[in-house]
C-alpha cells in the first residue's frame, strides 16, 4: 500500500504549477476561423472538471482548494469572459459541442451563461447532432455530458457505451497508445469521473483488475507519465483500487520540483506557452490522479467503501 | 452564364494533373515517413490521394488519351514511392494497430498494384477483435472496411459495408451541413461507388437525399470560395444519378475554371491562397499543403463528371464502356 502523504503531494504540487501557470490556459480571439478558435477551449474544460473533482472529493488541504476555486474565477471570468466567449464559440461553430463540454463543469460549480444552456437543449432536438460524427467513446461522453445538464441523453449512454472499444473486451495485448485512452475515457464517462464506481459494469471491472496492472506496468516502463496518471485514475475507480506503490513512487519521482509533471519521460525544452501545451494535460492529470487515489486511501483506512 | 461543356471541363482535369506531375517531388516520401510518429498528414496521406485520382483517372480514360497515360505514370511513380509495397510491410511492422497503411494500400490494390506478404501481414491484424473494434469516426470505419475489402484481406458482408452511424446516413437536417459533416457525406459516397467507379453502390435513399440537397451545399461552398470541397461535392453530384445536367453545375463548373490558376493549381480556400502565392510559391511548404489536394479533387470531379453519360452540357460520354448508365436502384443494399 502506498504511503497515502506521497499520493496526496503529488496533487498539491500540480496544484501550484497550475496557478503559478495560468496564464497558459489562454484563447486565440484572433485565431483565423478556418483554423479554429474552439481548439483552445479543451484545456480550460479540462481544468474545470478537475477542479471541480477536487472540490467533490474533498480531501484537498485548503490551500489546494482555495487555488482551484482562483483558478475557476480566473477562467471564467477573464479567459470566458463570464462565459460570452463560449456563445462566440458556438457561433462560429453552431454545430460543435465543445462550448457545451467547456461549460458543464463550471455550470455544475455554480457558473451559469443561459445561452449555452439554450444552445444544448436546441442540439439535443435535432438529428444533425444524433449523427455527429465522432468516436464511441466521445459520444458516450457527451451522452453522459447531456445527462449532466438535465437533457435526455441522445443517443442514451446504455447504448452508447457499447460501441465503444472497452465495453468489448478485446484482446489486452492489443491496447497501444490511442486505445489506452480510449479505456481511460471510457472508464472516466461511466464513472462520472471516479464519483461513482459503481457505474463500472462488472464484466468491465473484472476485465481491468486483471489487465490495468499490466497495463501501468508498460506505460511506468516507457515513462509516458501522461497516460500513466491516466491509468492511476482507472485504478482509483475500480471495486478494489491498487493504488500500485512502483508506479505512484516512479510518478512522484517523475514531478518536477516546481510541480510540473512532463507528459514523456523529461521536460521538454522552449518557449513558455510551447512548454505549456506539452505538459498542462499531464500536470491536471497528476493534480486528478493524486485527489481520487488519495479519496479512495482515506475512505479504506475509514473502513467504508 | 457561359454555358460549360465537358471540353471545359476536361481542360480543368488537364490543368491539374500537370501542376501536379509538375510537383510530383513534393509527393515523394522523406525519411519521417517511415518512423513511427512520423506526421502521416504530410507524406501517406497525400501519396495516397494522388494513387486514389491517377487509379480513377485511368480507370475513366481511353488508354490512348494523354491524361490516362500521365495518370498511369504518375501511380507507377507512387508505387515506386513505397517500394512497390515493401514499405507497407516495414510500416506495419512498426505500428501494428495503425489503420492508415491499410488505407493507402487500398488505393493501390483497387488499381492491381499488389504485394501478397503486406496483405497476408495484415489479414492478421485484421482478424482481431480490437482491429475490428478500433474507435474511429463512422466514415473512417467506413473507409477502414473498404480498405479491407479492396485488399482482399477480408471479404465484409454487404450489410458491414453500410454506412451505419455516418452524419450521411442519418440524412440530417440539410442545414446542420458544415465543412466537417461535409467532407464526412462526401467520403461516404466515396467509399460507397468505390471512388466513383460504381455509382449503383449509393443506396437509393442517400441517392435521392443528396439530389435535394447537394446543390444547395454547392453553392455556399463556392460562395465561401472552399475550393476543395466544393470539388468533392462535383465529385459526388457526378455519380449521383439525376444530378448530371443540373444546370447549376454547369455554373458551378465556371467558378471552378475561374478559380484555377493559370499553373494548373487550385487552392484549397480561396482567402487562404493569397499569402503563399505572394511569397513565392514553390519555396514555401504551405503552398504544397495548400494547393494538392483540391487540385487532386479538381481533376477528380472533372473526369468523373466529363465520363459519365450525359455530363452537364448533354454531351456524349468518354467513359470506357464499363460503366454505362444504370439503373440507380441496381444492386444497391435495402
Known sequence: MTDTRLIHNVGVGAMEWLWAHRDGFRLEPGVDPEIGFLERFKPIGELAMICGVLFREGVAGSRQAELARRLLDTTWRETLDGGRMLVRGQRIEPMSPIPFEVYLPYRELGYSQPEIERWAAMLQRIDGWEVFETTPTRRLGLSAFQRRLGLTPRPPEAEAVKGTWLARTPEPWMVEGRIAYDITHCVFHLTDWGERPEGLPADIADYLRTWLPVWIDDWLDLERWDLLGELLVVDACLPRPTLDERAWKAFAAAQQPDGAMPAIREMPEGEPDDVFDVVYHSTLVAAFASVLATSRALSELAGAS | ?334
Open chain 2, 1 to 334: 452564364m457561359t454555358a460549360t461543356g465537358t471540353r471545359e471541363i476536361r481542360e480543368v482535369a488537364e490543368h491539374a494533373l500537370a501542376w501536379t506531375d509538375a510537383h510530383l517531388a513534393a509527393f515523394a516520401l522523406g525519411e519521417d515517413a517511415l518512423s513511427a510518429d512520423g506526421e502521416v498528414d504530410h507524406s501517406w496521406k497525400p501519396l495516397g490521394e494522388l494513387a486514389q485520382v491517377c487509379a480513377t483517372v485511368s480507370h475513366h480514360t481511353a488508354p490512348q488519351d494523354p491524361l490516362h497515360t500521365r495518370a498511369a505514370a504518375m501511380l507507377d511513380f507512387a508505387w515506386g514511392q513505397t517500394g512497390e509495397g515493401e514499405l507497407f510491410r516495414h510500416m506495419q511492422r512498426l505500428e501494428p494497430f495503425a489503420t492508415y497503411p491499410l488505407e493507402v494500400y487500398g488505393a493501390f490494390a483497387s488499381a492491381g498494384y499488389r504485394h501478397r506478404a503486406y496483405e497476408e501481414a495484415a489479414a492478421v491484424v485484421a482478424r482481431t477483435r480490437s482491429w475490428w473494434l478500433t474507435e474511429q469516426e463512422p466514415t473512417r470505419r467506413l473507409a477502414v472496411l473498404s480498405a479491407e475489402e479492396r485488399s482482399g484481406i477480408r471479404r465484409a458482408p454487404v450489410e458491414e459495408l453500410l454506412p451505419a452511424g455516418t452524419w450521411l446516413a442519418g440524412r440530417p437536417e440539410p442545414w446542420t451541413f458544415e465543412r466537417d459533416a461535409g467532407y464526412a457525406a462526401t467520403h461516404v459516397v466515396f467509399h460507397l461507388t468505390d471512388w466513383g467507379r460504381d455509382p449503383a453502390g449509393l443506396p437509393p435513399a442517400l441517392a435521392d437525399y443528396l439530389h435535394d440537397w447537394l446543390p444547395a451545399w454547392l453553392d455556399t461552398c463556392l460562395e465561401a470560395g472552399m475550393w476543395d470541397l466544393s470539388c468533392e461535392l462535383l465529385s459526388v453530384a457526378a455519380t449521383v444519378p439525376r444530378l448530371t445536367g443540373d444546370p447549376a453545375l454547369g455554373g458551378a463548373w465556371e467558378r471552378i475554371r475561374a478559380a484555377q490558376r493559370p499553373t494548373g493549381a487550385l487552392p484549397e480556400l480561396e482567402h487562404h491562397s493569397g499569402d503563399t502565392e505572394a511569397a513565392g510559391a514553390d519555396d514555401d511548404p504551405h503552398y504544397f499543403m495548400n494547393h494538392y489536394h483540391s487540385t487532386l479533387m479538381a481533376a477528380f470531379a472533372a473526369v468523373l463528371t466529363t465520363a459519365r453519360p450525359g455530363g452537364p452540357a448533354g454531351e456524349g460520354t468518354e467513359g470506357t464502356g464499363r460503366k454505362g448508365p444504370r439503373h440507380s436502384g441496381q444492386g444497391a443494399p435495402a
